[in-house]
């Protein structure tokens, strides 16, 4: 690849320093947290309901460090379902596939350590948050590649409408 | 029955959209990423390049970088700086890599009441143009003129007073014409509707009769901003149009009677539209047509994301355009909101998050000077300094210097290195002569007693320097670069120092003590010196008395008024060399001696 003809330069506010823009993994030796969380998915309708049963997420990577993923079923994190997804650096770009179940675990009463069954989150909406950690585990990415490529989301839908508030009409 | 939903990535935020629209692939919060089509990459960072000092001297780093740009008929990066303490805003030349920044000159010192500065540039015919954006006229800074070689200020007769300093609010490079705004003339300095052309081709021409008035001067003009051949004209609320190509057919027409610019250095320019932020968000400018809204899928009049970092003042916000990847960004400190136009029918929103908060950016371009303008393209320096026999004192060291093929329009740049201390640059100026020059470092260098002292030198013309001294580091210049030498020990440190007896004077109902002190001497000095302070802080202290050093007892020194409530001072005694370099006060044990001013009675 041949060098830029020409590149963006950033001039820092509360220092002297001249930075150069699209290089390296840090702000000025700062970390970048990247994260993104997606709209909501509502496949049964504002008045329905699914289950939610499972995730693929694909990444192509170069950088080490890892993916943190979290479900959130009406607003709730889906707290039985979150994933840290490790990635070790690679020189040539490499393509990762999961598949994440989405479950909620029925605990035992007395030892909340204790599963006794797990069982896929029922409810409207579904949204994903995903997150890139460093090595540490810390919010930060590390030099190289992380692309978030397509995720998709497995679901069945269990009723078309469901009991909603129904406030007495005034009279 | 089981159903798979994909949800590309690369839709961009959607934060306004309601429940029964909603695109499932768009995004809530989505920081820190490029977008393409199906894709989220996570986005890479910014390294320091370089820094700016306070005079290139590598001692006081700047606190503000307000400006940066490239000055294309020198092939040289610009960068404007501001330093808080002196409030001094300083002009640099950079390499177009944005290494090697070299001080040029000061734009000026800012008012003490003035605001955090904004600079812009504007390169016009061979010259770049550096204005000082305070809203203030009365605060202003001149406009300046940069050709390469000299910082000159920037003069006009407007008011057919005789020249006077001009003082635009910001410049711009429209057609052939320097463009600046926000300035009448010495006499009549604020009007902020103003904008004034300078003659074609001659950027630093002006007449008072070449003018523009936009709208009434209730709103300032923010930013001129051309957009092919005509330009757009900004206020915060309004935005007109400058028409024609030279004084026969200028004019100014309103374009758009709600919208304006939040910022004056919030618009970029990107695939042939103008892009900015308004007071209600961002939008886009197109040289005829009423501006569009883009903001809408920000909803920027609902709650961020409650952890999303803090934005700054419009202020101090500036947008820029990214070549490389497309990416319109509206920085505002540490927030950033950026706009995706990979594909521009379709653009798409993500936030950024700065790991430092950002003050400007400015495009870098490579390639070579033009030859045959202002002075064509500078070459490298082929001499060099050679040092010659240092020699020294306590305090002291005297470095001479011999030229070898220098022509006179080399700068010469001495750095020293104080014991294990980092090189610092002390000396950045043209030579004074081709032959030679000798440089002294003292106490305000930083020299202290029984230290080696390492200096180096080295030519450079522009910003670029003699084959073989390109490194920042003067460790690795040639070695005839660099000289050395190790000050002398500093006097030693008197021993035994203590009050001798005090001597009560009564004026009236008043009551003054006097007071002296003895001590043993030591081996090596010429003088003594009595320090007093009111703090136990030998650097605050001053003089009282200094005398040979064989005399081993001080005079009687006050006299202190006697009162109820006593206030003590802090004495110290300390030897000097016969060149002045003091020695350490604290090295003697017994220093510094408390005294109480009722010491010899209650009143």
Redesign the interface.
């Known amino acids: 690849m041949s060098?830029?003809?020409?590149?963006?330069?950033?001039?820092?506010?509360?220092?002297?320093?001249?930075?150069?823009?699209?290089?390296?993994?840090?702000?000025?030796?700062?970390?970048?947290?990247?994260?993104?969380?997606?709209?909501?998915?509502?496949?049964a309708g504002?008045g329905g309901e699914a289950l939610f049963?499972g995730l693929?997420l694909t990444v192509t990577h170069t950088?080490a460090g890892q993916i943190r993923v979290t479900p959130f079923v009406d607003d709730v994190a889906v707290t039985d379902s979150v994933y840290v997804l490790p990635m070790t650096a690679t020189t040539n770009r490499e393509t990762l596939t999961w598949e994440l179940g989405v479950a909620v675990a029925i605990r035992d009463a007395h030892d909340a350590s204790v599963v006794l069954a797990t069982v896929a989150p029922r409810g409207t909406?579904l949204?994903?948050l995903l997150e890139?950690l460093d090595a540490e585990g810390q919010p930060a990415?590390e030099l190289g590649?992380?692309?978030?490529?397509?995720?998709?989301?497995?679901?069945?839908?269990v009723r078309e409408a469901r009991a909603a508030e129904t406030p007495a009409a005034a009279l | 029955?089981?159903?798979?939903?994909?949800?590309?990535?690369g839709a961009g935020l959607?934060r306004a959209?309601g429940?029964?629209l909603?695109?499932?692939?768009?995004?809530?919060?989505?920081?820190?990423?490029e977008l393409t089509e199906?894709?989220?990459?996570?986005?890479?960072?910014?390294?320091?390049?370089?820094?700016?000092?306070l005079g290139g001297l590598g001692v006081t780093?700047?606190?503000?970088?307000?400006?940066?740009g490239t000055y294309r008929e020198k092939a040289v990066?610009i960068?404007v700086?501001f330093e808080q303490a002196s409030r001094k805003l300083q002009l640099f030349t950079?390499g177009l890599?944005?290494l090697n920044?070299v001080y040029v000159a000061d734009v000026g010192t800012v008012d003490a009441a003035a605001q955090r500065p904004v600079v812009s540039l504007a390169e016009s015919y061979r010259i770049m143009a550096v204005a000082h954006g305070e809203p203030d006229s009365t605060k202003r800074l001149q406009t300046m003129i940069y050709n390469g070689t000299t910082l000159t200020g920037l003069t006009a007769d407007l008011d057919g007073a005789g020249a006077a300093a001009v003082k635009f609010r910001g410049v711009v490079s429209w057609l052939d014409y320097l463009v600046g705004w926000g300035f009448g003339s010495a006499s009549q300095p604020h009007e902020p509707h103003t904008i004034r052309v300078s003659l074609p081709t001659q950027p630093t021409v002006f007449f008072k009769t070449d003018y523009f008035l936009a709208g009434s001067p209730t709103e300032a003009v923010l930013a001129v901003a051309p957009v092919g051949s005509t330009a757009l004209v900004f206020k915060q609320t309004q935005t007109y149009r400058l028409i024609g190509t030279d004084r026969s057919d200028f004019g100014i027409v309103p374009l758009d009677a709600r919208y304006g610019l939040a910022g004056a250095r919030l618009w970029t320019h990107a695939q042939g539209a103008l892009y900015g932020w308004s007071l209600e968000g961002p939008r886009v400018w197109t040289p005829n047509g009423p501006s569009q809204d883009l903001s809408i899928p920000l909803d920027l009049s609902g709650p961020s994301p409650a952890d999303l970092v803090a934005a700054?003042e419009y202020e101090?916000a500036f947008a820029?355009?990214?070549?490389?990847?497309q990416l319109v960004e509206f920085h505002f400190?540490r927030r950033c909101y950026v706009l995706h136009l990979r594909d521009p029918s379709r653009p798409r929103w993500s936030y950024r998050?700065?790991?430092?908060?950002?003050?400007?950016?400015?495009?870098?371009?490579?390639?070579v000077a033009l030859v045959g303008g202002g002075g064509g393209t500078p070459a490298a320096p082929a001499g060099h300094p050679v040092a010659g026999s240092f020699t020294h004192t306590a305090g002291t060291v005297t470095a001479p210097y011999t030229y070898t093929g220098a022509l006179g329009d080399e700068a010469i740049e001495v750095w020293i290195k104080i014991g294990a201390g980092a090189w610092a640059m002390k000396v950045n100026r043209t030579i004074a002569n081709t032959a030679g020059e000798t440089f002294v470092f003292g106490e305000g260098d930083g020299i202290i007693p029984g230290t080696l002292i390492q200096v180096a030198a080295r030519f450079r013309r522009g910003l670029l320097f003699t084959s073989g001294y390109e490194s920042t580091n003067p460790s690795d210049w040639p070695v005839a670069a660099r000289g050395s030498a190790t000050t002398d020990a500093g006097p030693s440190a008197p021993t035994a120092v203590h009050l001798l007896d005090g001597m009560q004077t009564t004026y009236g109902p008043k009551k003054y003590n006097s007071i002296r002190f003895t001590w043993t001497a030591g081996v090596s000095g010429t003088n003594s010196q009595l320090l007093v302070a009111s703090l136990n802080d030998p650097a605050a202290a001053s003089v009282l008395w200094e005398g040979p050093i064989a005399t081993t007892t001080s005079p009687y020194v006050g006299t202190y008024l006697v009162s109820a409530t006593p206030s003590y001072r802090y004495f110290w005694v300390r030897h000097t060399m016969g060149d002045g370099t003091p020695g350490d006060p604290t090295a003697c044990a017994e220093n510094p001696i408390n005294v109480a001013d009722d010491l010899l009675g209650t009143p």
């Not at chain 1, 590649?145 to 839908?157: L, W």
């Not at chain 2, 199906?38 to 000092?53: D, K, N, T």
Request: proline content about 8%; charged content about 20%; some cysteine.
């Open positions: 060098e830029p003809l020409q590149q963006l330069f950033y001039g820092r506010g509360t220092g002297p320093d001249i930075l150069l823009a699209g290089d390296g993994a840090d702000d000025g030796g700062q970390p970048i947290a990247v994260k993104a969380m997606t709209n909501p998915f509502i496949p504002e049963t693929w950088a909406r949204q994903v890139l990415r590649d992380v692309i978030f490529e397509t995720p998709s989301i497995e679901y069945e839908v | 029955m089981r159903q798979v939903q994909r949800l590309p990535f959607d959209t429940l029964a909603l695109s499932p692939d768009g995004f809530r919060d989505l920081r820190n990423v199906g894709r989220a990459i996570a986005r890479p960072g910014m390294s320091v390049q370089s820094g700016l000092s780093p700047m606190t503000d970088v307000c400006a940066l990066g960068a700086g950079l890599t944005g920044p700054g101090d820029c355009y990214r070549h490389d990847v400190g998050e700065n790991g430092v908060e950002l003050r400007c950016a400015g495009t870098l371009y490579y390639g």
